[in-house]
């Protein structure tokens, strides 16, 4: 499925099924409908072919980007599969959504949104990846950043992205308040002399701004593709975004979290005392830390969480993965730098076989 028609038409290469990665196959164009058309192939399996892994050319020449199909054949019915490639688009594209309420908090932010390089060239493909990113201000551009260092977010999802490395994801980023502190906790700090209003942040993602990236984007945002992920006081909420949301969130994300809030509450009462809901399946969770400046005590705080939870439903590597970062800061620019971490890891299956 493209936008336009496109000079040669499609080819394409795989590893099997009278397929070969030297030389493609002609593609049949099938439909021409204004603003959509729609090539197509049948392939002929043996039945002992398991599984076949394809990408589409332009006039057999012009690589799609991003990563290559994968089909699993079961052997029992005829698969199909709808791509949606891109061909010419290397970097993807910010944008912003300018003040936006919340009924919650009584306050606006500005949230930016990062579309990734197929969007605005094959205009037909619905999305299902979004990652919420804190600190919306910090991930893109220092000039926005509250410390002149943004993370650059964009420059690792391109590169993965394009390389295929990683599935294509929308990042959508609201932006912090004057009143982070209350917000990305969940809990009073008698020791801070604040916090608590943690979870009326997170009913505003849900209320609110995950149903406003859905009218707003092409996009079908489904739990298992659903993530959310933040650093310092925002890798704490969303550690417990995924503790207490399962239901909610499929991808969780907490860098350099503050696991030392009133006094390790998050260690001594939230993974102790409240379930996660038993009826989905456990999230993906990356975790990391430094190990200087402040991100010294986090690293310990880290590694505690992370044991608990492969001791209570999670597996290493496959559900929850940890990254001691050595001599990595409490910064953006340590965040930055370790980001495409946590991306592979939310990745770890955009190459493995679907029954399509």
């Not at 930016?112 to 390089?117: D, E, G, H, M, R």
């Amino acid at each position: 499925h493209y936008p336009k028609n496109l000079p040669g038409g499609l080819a394409l290469r795989g590893d099997s099924c009278g397929l070969n990665w030297n030389q493609g196959s002609k593609m049949t164009l099938v439909s021409t409908d204004s603003g959509h058309y729609v090539w197509q192939m049948e392939i002929d399996c043996a039945s002992s072919v398991s599984s076949l892994e394809v990408k589409v050319l332009v006039g057999d020449s012009t690589w799609m980007l991003g990563s290559n199909h994968h089909i699993r054949l079961d052997g029992t019915e005829k698969p199909v599969l709808d791509m949606y490639p891109w061909f010419y688009t290397n970097q993807g594209s910010l944008t912003t959504i300018s003040k936006v309420f919340s009924p919650e908090l009584k306050n606006y932010r500005d949230v930016i949104v990062y579309l990734p390089p197929s969007y605005q060239e094959n205009t037909l493909k619905r999305h299902r990846n979004v990652l919420i990113m804190h600190d919306g201000q910090n991930l893109f551009d220092p000039r926005t950043s509250a410390f002149g260092t943004a993370w650059m977010c964009q420059d690792t999802l391109n590169e993965m992205i394009v390389t295929g490395q990683a599935d294509e994801v929308l990042v959508v980023g609201p932006y912090n308040t004057n009143d982070r502190t209350n917000e990305y906790t969940y809990i009073y700090d008698p020791s801070e002399q604040t916090g608590g209003k943690g979870d009326l942040y997170l009913n505003w993602l849900e209320s609110t701004l995950i149903p406003l990236t859905q009218e707003k984007f092409r996009v079908d945002v489904m739990r298992e593709s659903l993530g959310i992920l933040g650093s310092s006081l925002g890798g704490l909420i969303s550690c417990y975004a995924g503790w207490t949301r399962t239901q909610v969130y499929g991808k969780v994300g907490c860098m350099s979290s503050s696991f030392w809030w009133d006094d390790n509450n998050f260690q001594k009462d939230v993974i102790v005392n409240r379930s996660m809901n038993a009826t989905v399946a456990v999230p993906v969770v990356y975790m990391d830390s430094g190990t200087a400046g402040g991100d010294g005590s986090c690293a310990v705080y880290t590694s505690q969480v992370y044991d608990y939870y492969l001791q209570h439903g999670f597996t290493a590597d496959e559900t929850a993965f940890k990254y001691v970062d050595q001599g990595g800061e409490h910064n953006e620019a340590s965040w930055g730098k370790r980001f495409h971490l946590p991306i592979a890891a939310f990745s770890a299956d955009h190459g493995a076989m679907v029954t399509v």
